[in-house]
């Protein structure tokens, strides 16, 4: 079992314009809703790929029933804390003249003391049994980076680690068994520029020193770092068939690596797995609404090259 916690889910408007233009009035040609955010997509990756997942997100407001009704055509296995604050709404604007991608996010609204002591009881009790347990996400404002590492400290099974920052250093002395920051993350938790390869295989050993067994950083479409027990590995991606919408490829990392893990695959063919999936979702219009006969072959091609260091 699969158990994805997170505490700032989206409800998504994705719009698509033939042509995109600021400051003038642009009509949309293609516009979806979808469940969205760290959490969510990342549960829908793991459900895609045949995972047995369970999600636990925190979700308020009018956009609650939305999200439900959206996430009821798979069938995905949930539990709520309901909060006060609603559930925001995030904005994904496509141009398809340019091929750019423009996210306007909300930020999520304060969680109560009283409804972040819901969550944490809700995590201890859904994770008691869990093989593998995804903690996704940033925290809503005002609520204390220590949170994360009472979220840690109640897992067993193995622990991957989605997100950056003092609350993900906060973590590493738990000794997660994977942290998956993006290269921009990794700055940030470290507090320093990563700008070089070098910089990133610094910065793996970092998080290894401080208590990580695994680190995955991953730096849009080009090759991503893996660092373990046997050594630094490069990941080189394949190259998708076409660029539709990169949002949730991240998340779609997290999720598949989660569920290769759950079903006893090794580090290396959750990593292929993991970068299958993101180059699966960059193809598509949702976020992480996999096709699983299409991960399979992209995983095949992914390649993993050891690296001197």
Known sequence: MIVIGGLTPAWQHILVFDEFRCGTVNRAAETVWCASGKVLNAALAAYHLNGLVRVLAAVGGRTRRQI????EIFELDYRWVVTEAPTRVCVTVIDRATGEVTELVEEAGPLSTKELEQFYQAWKEET?????ALVIGSLPPGTDPQF????????????????AGPGLRECLSLRPFLVKPNRQELARTLERPIDSP???WEGIRQLQAWGAEWVLVTDGGSPAWLGGPEGLFS????????KVNPIGSGDAVAGA???????GKDMFEAVRLGIAAAVDNLEQLLPCRLRPS?????????????VAG
């Open 257 to 263: 690596i989660a569920t290769a893990l759950s079903q």
């Open 235 to 242: 990941v080189l991606p394949p190259s998708p068939a076409r």
């Open 128 to 132: 008691a049994k869990a093989t593998v």
């Open 294 to 306: 299409r991960v399979a072959e992209l995983a095949s091609q992914v390649v993993l090259q050891p």
């Open 148 to 163: 994360y590492r009472r979220l840690v400290s109640a897992c067993g099974g193995k622990v991957i680690l989605d997100f």
């Open 198 to 200: 070098q910089a990133i």
């Open 68 to 71: 439900e009704d959206d996430l």
